[in-house]
């Protein structure tokens, strides 16, 4: 069980440009969640996914998309990279039960620099 | 809104000594979970334990343990016999009933002096 996984570990990205972070998770859940943490901050949800299919905004959403295809891969796109989008992103994924109220799980992070 | 605070950005103690880390939330619902999640140097996030907000029992797992009171909005972390391995930032966060996601408090910086 490989829990949550995030793909790239670390990127550098110029000004303008576009990437999509990975998430994958194994253990079946449906609830999946993207976070960004900034330095000496909290992290601050992005947008999440309740299911297949089926996704919505949070705190954070502008400048970025997702998309659910699948119940194991919750990818996060960003597009036009800005300045401001440097950051650590976290993926993180809960079981159906209680949903958000359920324990998250989080992967490892990708550190994204936007120079 | 919901709304977490950890007042305390640094500590550092001594091995061996005792530690409270203090979280404050703020949440208009009757139903909420509070969480404690360790960020060590490596940068992952570890899970440390989920309480809801019906349960104010005191929790201790070895060498944790976790205040939980209703009265004042808090939800405070004590570590005994703290450990270098036990430096790290530690998060605390919220979830309402309604909401989609977790608030997190800004951490608190422990730094454990061997």
């Known amino acids: 069980n490989a829990g949550v996984t995030q793909t790239p570990k670390f990127r550098i990205l110029k000004i303008g440009q576009s990437m999509t972070l990975q998430c994958t998770q194994d253990m079946n859940h449906n609830y999946m969640y993207w976070y960004r943490q900034d330095p000496g901050m909290g992290l601050k949800l992005i947008y999440y996914s309740v299911g297949a299919g089926i996704t919505d905004k949070g705190e954070v959403p502008n400048g970025y998309n997702v998309s659910r295809s699948t119940t194991e891969d919750f990818p996060l796109r960003l597009e036009l990279a800005a300045p401001s989008q440097t950051s650590v992103y976290f993926c993180?994924?809960?079981?159906?039960?209680?949903?958000?109220?359920?324990?998250?799980?989080f992967g490892p992070g990708t550190r994204l620099l936007v120079l | 809104a919901q709304k977490v605070t950890q007042a305390q950005t640094e500590i550092s103690v001594v091995e061996k000594e005792d530690v409270t880390l203090d979280c404050v939330y703020e949440?208009?619902?009757?139903?909420?979970?509070l969480f404690w999640y360790k960020q060590p140097p490596s940068g992952e996030l570890v899970f440390l334990i989920r309480r809801n907000s019906f349960d104010e029992q005191n929790e201790i797992s070895g060498r944790y343990s976790w205040n939980f009171q209703k009265s004042t909005s808090s939800f405070n972390f004590t570590i005994t016999a703290s450990q270098v391995v036990d430096s790290a930032v530690y998060f605390c966060?919220?979830?309402?009933?309604?909401?989609?996601?977790?608030?997190f408090g800004k951490g608190t910086h422990l730094i454990i002096q061997p």
């Open positions: 993180a994924s809960s079981p159906i039960a209680g949903g958000p109220l359920e324990t998250q799980y």
């Open positions: 949440t208009r619902d009757t139903t909420y979970y």
């Open positions: 966060a919220l979830v309402e009933g309604g909401a989609d996601g977790l608030t």
